[in-house]
């Protein structure tokens, strides 16, 4: 096993801390989780507090090994510093896109970390386009590239047509988020995986012409 970054550490220890918090207390549970409702009250807190409760153990473990087998690459590509801004940026957009989308939803709420770690996800497949990612149940692993494109594209169908108990658009901003900071902090993307990048942004550039265009 990699030797795992302390920002790292912290990060998955504040989230371990927190979600088993919530599991045993409804109250805390049920002031900082990510709530249309609270959030109208001038309850900001919730759209940071929220991306650290988890629903169960499965949920909270999937999150936290993703961020584990990717937060190196991101820690090492562009520093501690900037892969924190990275993460928390990231959660933050996610939880902004689900409130545009569900503003008028007051009973909607929604936790996890997913919005965070899909940032620091993206933001290291623009580093390492090529590594090989498995989709979903697909025995087969596929360039991370491609991966990053599908995985958006079915975010935007599952925003258009509400599969599932899961936050698409908070993941879907938390690629956002990863996408345009990390060009931000390594510009020199630009330069080394220029298709990849346009390629990466097509998701992107869709979902707004279809927010646009009042489709989703």
Do not use: C
Not at 86 to 92: D, E, K
Not at 105 to 117: M, R
Not at 157 to 167: A, E, P, V, W
């Amino acid at each position: 096993m990699q030797d795992m970054n302390i920002a790292t550490m912290v990060i998955i220890v504040a989230n371990v801390l927190m979600s088993i918090k919530g599991f045993s207390d409804f109250s805390f549970f049920e002031k900082f989780k990510f709530n249309i409702a609270g959030i109208h009250k001038g309850e900001k807190i919730r759209m940071f507090s929220s991306g650290f409760l988890h629903a169960d153990y499965q949920h909270l473990f999937f999150n936290m090994l993703t961020l584990y087998f990717f937060a190196d690459i991101v820690i090492v590509s562009v520093g501690v510093f900037k892969f924190i801004l990275i993460y928390i940026l990231s959660l933050l957009v996610g939880n902004f896109l689900s409130f545009i989308f569900h503003k008028n939803e007051y009973h909607y709420s929604a936790i996890g970390a997913s919005g965070a770690v899909t940032g620091i996800l993206y933001s290291a497949i623009l580093f390492y386009p090529d590594m090989g990612l498995y989709l979903f149940f697909i025995p087969i692993a596929i360039p991370a590239w491609i991966f990053g494109i599908l995985y958006l594209l079915f975010s935007i169908y599952g925003m258009k047509k509400s599969i599932g108990n899961i936050g698409h658009d908070a993941h879907f901003g938390g690629a956002i988020a990863g996408y345009v900071l990390t060009i931000l902090f390594a510009p020199g993307l630009l330069q080394t995986h220029l298709w990849i990048v346009i390629l990466l942004a097509v998701p992107i550039v869709l979902l707004f012409i279809l927010m646009k265009l009042k489709k989703i």
